[in-house]
Every structure is written in C-alpha cells, then in structure tokens.
C-alpha cells in the first residue's frame, strides 16, 4: 500500500519564525517531531482524537499503545489528570526532566491518547526546544519518540529525518538529545509506594532518596509469559531493535573478550566493547560504546549505534556485553534486553 507523502519542513532552533509555525502546527493537529532532553518525540495536540491517531499512523504504532503527554509546568498537571501528594513530590524533585509519571485522567484527554486506558502518563521536558514549543502551543503536546515503530528511539535530527520525512509536517533540528534513552515512568501503587515501569536517568536509587518505596514492574527485566498483560503496554512489544540479530553476551571482561576472539574483523558481526576491552577493541568489526565506568555516556551512544549498524547491510549477527543493572544501568540493562528479544549467552 502505498502511502501520501507529506512535504516535511526542517526547521533548525533557535528559529523563533519557524517555532511559532511549529507551534500553530501542533494547534491544529498537525504532527512536529521536536527534541527532548531524553529523545526526539513525535509531538501532536494531545486535545486532540484524531491528532493522536495520525501519530499512531506514522509511526506504524499499534494504538494500543498509550502516548505520554508533555507539559511546560508541573502546576499544568491537574488540568489533566488528578494529582496525587506524591506527585507534588515527584515534581519538586525531579521537574522538569526526565521522570513520567503515570496518574487518573482527566475526561479532557481523549482515550485515543492513553490507548483506551483511563489514566495518563504525564511529563515535562527540561529541554529549551521542547518547552518553548509546549508553552507557544499552549496545549499539551502528546508524544511518543519519533521513530518507526520497533527500531530505536532518534536522538538527533537525522535519525528523524531517516524515519519520519514525508509522514510528518515538521521537524525541528536541536541537535544531540543530551541522555539518548527515554524517560523513566512510574504510577503510584500507593501514596508513598511507586511502580518502576520503564527505567531511565532518573534511577531507582535516587526515587528511593525522595522517600518513596519502589517496586520495579517484573516486565523490566523479565520477558512476560505468552498472554501475560503488562503494566506499561509499550513494553510488550520488541523493542528498540535494529535490523540483525542482538546476542548479549554475560560473564566478565576476559570470557566475553575470549569468546569474542575468533570473531574480530568478520564483517558479518558487529561487537560492541568498552574501552577497557584492549583485547578486542581495536578489531575492524569493534564498535567501542564509551568506558565501563561511563554508563550515562554508554547511554547517550545506544540507539545512534544501534541504528548506524542498520546502515551497514553487511552486518548479520551484533554482540554486546550484557550491561550492569545499578543506576541509570538499568535502563540500558533494559533496552538491551528489548533489542536482543532476550537473548543471552553465558559464556
Ligand atoms: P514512548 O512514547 O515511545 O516513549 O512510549 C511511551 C510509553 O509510556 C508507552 O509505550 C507505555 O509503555 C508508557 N505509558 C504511556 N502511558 C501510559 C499509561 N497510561 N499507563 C502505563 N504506561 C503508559
Ligand atoms: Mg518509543
């Protein structure tokens, strides 16, 4: 089948012309992918019915798959949803930034938004881009990262514009997104008690800190049984994935680097290895993620390689070390098991 193609403008910020176009855009249900400080997002009126179901088209997202909207002030919230204490809470720790926070919705959102479901994963972005959009809009902006579905989240502009050209009305061009995985969501199973839906930046530890008992969603680290309904229903879906096969390999530095030996310069694999790997790294085929002591910078670099490794049609197998889960770890323990479909070796 083949689809109309939408004549995308490429805006670069600052561009203060070009945002307020953006943001008349948004108004009248028109689609802009947009830069966040986590990933770019597929930005639509989140007031809007059928703005949210032109966003599941061009992403070729199953609309059962629930959007989170954006907002520019916590304060914003309770026009939406109906705000908890612990919210309040949240926002005062950790807001603007990259923390979702899943709440009861309000009837103004319509349920195309939130997948059918009756609540609302509410965030607001730090990002300059991002806000200056939200509050020229004047609307809240529903959004999920502006990639086809199934392939890795975009953080840059040319990510975007290798999925999203001729599907959408706008992209706006603000360079690298600064932490390169999605937020973290939580819901609340309680006043003080949270459920880790999805990990991110903001980590386990440090909500934790806040004084709130955390409970991490099984579907985070576990694949789910056949049937099995998950909490966050993005999270049933493969994930983050690019085109080869991902194996994650678990032992320590030397087995992995053993193992990997006979690999090293077959075009057909791609290794990715820490800096620390002297065995390895040097191969043809080694594709060094940033030091083992460096996760933030390890997750700033995922889905720009995964993705590049799409451009290289040679490549027909990937190995990756399966990654640690304390701290922000966890998200990329998390997104690494997604891409792999779970697949790991011991060796
Ligand atoms: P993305 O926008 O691609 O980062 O994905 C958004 C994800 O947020 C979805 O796939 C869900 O996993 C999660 N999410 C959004 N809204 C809700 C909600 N109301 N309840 C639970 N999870 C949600
Ligand atoms: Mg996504």
């Given at each position: 089948?083949?689809?109309?193609?939408?004549?995308t403008?490429v805006?670069?910020?600052?561009?203060?012309?070009?945002?307020?176009?953006?943001?008349?855009?948004?108004?009248s249900?028109?689609?802009v992918?947009?830069?966040t400080?986590t990933?770019?997002?597929l930005?639509?009126?989140?007031l809007?019915p059928?703005?949210a179901?032109k966003?599941?088209?061009?992403?070729g997202r199953?609309s059962d798959?629930?959007?989170?909207?954006?907002?520019?002030?916590?304060?914003?919230?309770?026009?939406y949803?109906?705000v908890?204490?612990g919210f309040?809470?949240?926002?005062k720790a950790?807001m603007?930034?990259?923390l979702t926070?899943?709440m009861k919705?309000?009837?103004?959102?319509p349920?195309t938004?939130t997948?059918?479901l009756?609540?609302v994963?509410?965030?607001i972005?730090?990002?300059?881009?991002?806000?200056?959009?939200?509050?020229?809009?004047?609307?809240?902006?529903a959004?999920?990262?502006?990639?086809?579905?199934g392939?890795?989240?975009?953080?840059?502009?040319?990510?975007v514009i290798?999925?999203?050209?001729g599907r959408?009305?706008?992209?706006i061009?603000?360079?690298?997104?600064d932490i390169?995985?999605?937020?973290?969501?939580v819901?609340?199973?309680?006043?003080?008690k949270?459920?880790m839906?999805?990990p991110?930046?903001?980590?386990?530890?440090?909500?934790?800190?806040?004084?709130?008992?955390?409970?991490?969603?099984?579907?985070?680290?576990?694949?789910?049984?056949?049937?099995?309904?998950p909490?966050?229903?993005g999270?049933?879906?493969r994930?983050?994935?690019?085109?080869?096969?991902?194996t994650?390999?678990?032992?320590d530095?030397?087995?992995?680097?053993a193992?990997?030996?006979?690999?090293?310069?077959?075009k057909?694999?791609?290794i990715?290895?820490?800096?620390?790997d002297?065995e390895i790294?040097?191969?043809?085929?080694?594709?060094?993620?940033?030091?083992?002591n460096?996760?933030e910078?390890q997750?700033?670099?995922?889905?720009s390689m995964?993705?590049?490794?799409d451009?290289?049609?040679?490549i027909k197998?990937i190995?990756a070390?399966?990654?640690e889960?304390s701290?922000?770890?966890l998200?990329?323990?998390?997104?690494m098991?997604?891409?792999?479909?779970?697949?790991?070796?011991?060796?």
């Amino acid at each position: 089948m083949s689809e109309k193609l939408i004549d995308t403008k490429v805006i670069t910020y600052p561009d203060p012309e070009g945002m307020k176009k953006a943001a008349e855009l948004i108004k009248s249900g028109a689609l802009v992918a947009f830069p966040t400080e986590t990933v770019y997002g597929l930005g639509a009126n989140a007031l809007m019915p059928d703005a949210a179901e032109k966003v599941y088209r061009a992403k070729g997202r199953p609309s059962d798959n629930p959007l989170i909207i954006h907002l520019a002030d916590a304060r914003d919230a309770e026009k939406y949803c109906y705000v908890t204490s612990g919210f309040e809470r949240l926002a005062k720790a950790f807001m603007p930034g990259p923390l979702t926070v899943v709440m009861k919705k309000k009837d103004i959102i319509p349920s195309t938004v939130t997948g059918g479901l009756d609540t609302v994963a509410v965030r607001i972005p730090s990002q300059i881009a991002a806000r200056e959009l939200i509050s020229l809009a004047g609307v809240p902006i529903a959004a999920p990262s502006a990639n086809l579905s199934g392939r890795p989240s975009t953080t840059s502009a040319d990510h975007v514009i290798s999925d999203m050209l001729g599907r959408i009305d706008m992209i706006i061009d603000g360079g690298e997104c600064d932490i390169g995985l999605e937020s973290t969501i939580v819901s609340f199973c309680g006043e003080n008690k949270l459920k880790m839906l999805r990990p991110g930046k903001i980590t386990l530890e440090m909500l934790e800190n806040e004084g709130f008992e955390v409970e991490l969603d099984k579907a985070v680290t576990e694949k789910l049984a056949e049937g099995e309904r998950p909490a966050a229903p993005g999270m049933k879906y493969r994930h983050y994935a690019p085109g080869a096969p991902v194996t994650l390999i678990e032992g320590d530095s030397a087995d992995r680097n053993a193992f990997l030996a006979p690999l090293a310069d077959d075009k057909s694999v791609a290794i990715i290895c820490f800096e620390e790997d002297e065995e390895i790294k040097n191969a043809s085929n080694a594709y060094v993620i940033g030091s083992k002591n460096d996760p933030e910078g390890q997750a700033h670099r995922l889905f720009s390689m995964l993705r590049a490794f799409d451009d290289k049609d040679e490549i027909k197998q990937i190995y990756a070390p399966l990654p640690e889960k304390s701290g922000i770890g966890l998200a990329i323990f998390n997104r690494m098991l997604k891409a792999s479909g779970y697949t790991v070796i011991k060796v």
